[in-house]
């Protein structure tokens, strides 16, 4: 494909991921620096959808972005006035007593219930009218480096055919190029691991974790609907060993966000996080709100866990990684919004420095970070994801009681990211199967008519996007010692193992992922690559997801 020359267009920064981080350094920059020139791309086929997320959000970034929010009409509809932290045995849950004191950093009072897809757009717009130019179903494919500079980013190809060779409508990707360029592609970024590679950003730094977040939108009888409730649970379905919980918020018409978290550093082959979601409906503190109401989407997406140990080196020659990119999510608080969003308003300050001094690296980011509240606030908790690992789900709350209550947050001790998560799986001989109960198609349901909810499309005559490096390392490490776990992590049933009885075999249903990323995280050889598949593929989440 050599012969097709690619069309360039430059700016002064390009922001690859049209998310809270990089829609807010989008708004920053031309705040700051009216004249520069700023395009934004995003790989869905619109601003918003692929953007999932619990979402209870923080206004305190986006008060210092645009503090007039409220007369511009951001969806930020339904404040939290109630909330609730419950630990569940397998028919019982109980409420955490004094929230407030034990789990601090699970106070929402003043935080709003959102869907952060409409957030998303509205802050698109904002972006707009002050001159960012977006545009959405490009995908960025390839990092452009000219001595030991980044100096942009390519778009893919379109119109390439499964073969590799180009269509009837092939047209070649576009290289734009940049002074700086800000990577902003949330949680395990196809092109930030190529940057972490090419500059060893990770040099020095814990691993990251990861968990998977799935989730469900649903429409709920309204004499069940209790507006601003914020209804958090750990324990049951999930054993000691594995980190995890669901959530339930109450807002906008009758709506609910339902959805569960599980560390993807678990170690049982035969778990399903996907099942596990679906079986927590049923418990009896959950069940009484689904019934009678009505499923309206799915979707499920990786969120980074490994906080502030696993920052890595924010900036190199020619930009700067931001928000989940980075890594900059609260844990315990589940949310990452406000400081995807700080991040991405102090990268652009930095840029607009840099800028004007001309200077290859914006390198005044890091201190920026350093000297901020995101990073205070990530200091303060960063040993209790850690601790969950270390001492498991009820040492962990233990620990994190006490973290709260007596050590306030200043523990002079660090605790550490010991494994990368393909590396915590024990081997399907080891692990103790797990029964699922069958889906009853009213309550809980299988993943096919899931994925069919997250109106997830790709254009099916192109490349396969997940690339199994080593066909055979699948036989020996996936099938022979794990017995495919991808088929049972995957929430979008995108791998099977077929023909298991004489020479299995993975098969990959490419056309259904919903770009969670997990498969990229998780495979324990580190076999699989997920790269980005043609622009505007993938998942299309509705408005309220
Ligand atoms: C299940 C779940 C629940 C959560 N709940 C909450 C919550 O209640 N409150 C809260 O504050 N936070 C929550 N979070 C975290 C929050 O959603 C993230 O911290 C936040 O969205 C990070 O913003 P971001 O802009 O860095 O990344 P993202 O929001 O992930 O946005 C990245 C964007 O970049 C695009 N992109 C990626 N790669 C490319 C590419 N190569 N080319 C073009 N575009 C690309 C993606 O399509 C996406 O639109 C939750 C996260 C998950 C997964
Ligand atoms: S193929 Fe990978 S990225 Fe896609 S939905 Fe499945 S686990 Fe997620």
């Known amino acids: 494909m050599t012969e097709h020359a690619r069309e360039t267009m430059e700016f002064d920064v390009v922001i690859v991921g049209g998310g809270p981080a990089g ?15 700023v395009c934004l791309i995003e790989k869905g086929s619109e601003i918003g959808a692929h953007i999932l997320s619990g979402a209870v959000i923080e206004p305190r970034a986006l008060e210092e972005l645009l503090p007039d929010w409220r007369e511009r009409g951001a969806p930020l509809n339904t404040p939290v006035t109630e909330e609730a932290m419950l630990y569940l045995t397998e028919s019982r849950g109980y409420a955490v007593p004094m929230l407030d004191r034990v789990m601090p950093h699970m106070r929402n009072h003043g935080n709003y219930i959102v869907s952060l897809g409409d957030v998303c757009r509205w802050l698109a717009a904002q972006a707009e009218e002050l001159g960012v130019e ?70 020095g730094v814990d691993p990251q974790t990861y968990g998977l977040g799935i989730k469900e939108l649903w429409e709920i009888p309204k004499d069940r609907h209790r507006p601003g409730l914020v209804q958090h649970s750990f324990g049951w379905p999930l054993d000691d060993r594995t980190y995890g919980g669901a959530w339930m918020y109450h807002f906008g018409e009758n709506l609910v966000s339902y959805g569960f978290v599980v560390g993807l550093d678990y170690p049982n082959t035969w778990l399903s996080p996907f099942d596990e979601m679906q079986r927590l409906k049923l418990h009896p503190s959950f069940r009484a709100y689904f019934e009678g109401g009505r499923r309206i989407a799915y979707g499920a997406r990786a969120l980074s866990e490994g906080g502030l140990q696993s920052v890595p080196r924010l900036t190199f020659p020619g930009g700067a990684l931001v928000g989940d990119a980075a890594g900059f999510l609260n844990v315990p608080k589940i949310k990452g919004t406000h400081t995807a969003m700080k991040s991405g308003m102090l990268a652009a300050e930095a840029v607009a420095e840099a800028m004007e001094s001309g200077k290859a690296e914006p390198a005044s980011y890091t201190r920026r970070v350093r000297q901020s509240w995101l990073w205070q606030e990530l200091r303060g908790v960063r040993n209790i994801r850690p601790a969950f690992a270390r001492f498991g789900m009820k040492g962990g709350a233990l620990y994190s009681g006490i973290d709260a209550m007596l050590l306030r947050g200043r523990a002079p001790w660090t605790l550490h990211h010991r494994h990368a998560d393909n590396e915590t799986l024990e081997s399907a001989t080891v692990s103790a199967p797990i029964a699922y109960p069958k889906p009853d198609g009213k309550i809980t349901f299988d993943r096919l008519s899931s994925v069919f909810l997250s109106a997830t499309n790709h254009e099916e005559d192109q490349p396969v996007h997940l690339k199994v490096r080593n066909p055979d390392l699948w036989k020996t490490v996936n099938w022979d010692v794990f017995r495919a776990p991808e088929s049972r992590y995957c929430p979008a049933a995108v791998y099977e193992a077929v023909d298991t009885d004489t020479a299995p075999r993975l098969q990959i249903n490419a056309q259904n992922c919903v770009h969670c990323k997990t498969c990229d995280i998780k495979d324990p050889a580190q076999n699989i690559d997920w790269v980005t598949p043609e622009g505007a593929g993938g998942p299309n989440y509705p408005g309220g997801m």
């Open 23 to 37: 829609l807010a350094a989008a708004i920053r920059l031309r705040q700051l620096s009216p004249d520069a020139t």
């Open 134 to 203: 977006i545009y959405p179903g490009f995908a960025g494919a390839e990092i452009l480096e000219e001595d030991g500079r980044v100096v942009g980013v390519a778009t893919g190809d379109m119109g390439v055919g499964r073969d590799g060779q180009p269509g009837a409508n092939y047209a070649p990707g576009m290289e734009l190029r940049a002074r700086y360029t800000l990577f902003a592609e949330g949680c395990r970024g196809s092109l930030t691991k190529r940057l972490m590679a090419m500059y060893n950003l990770r040099k």
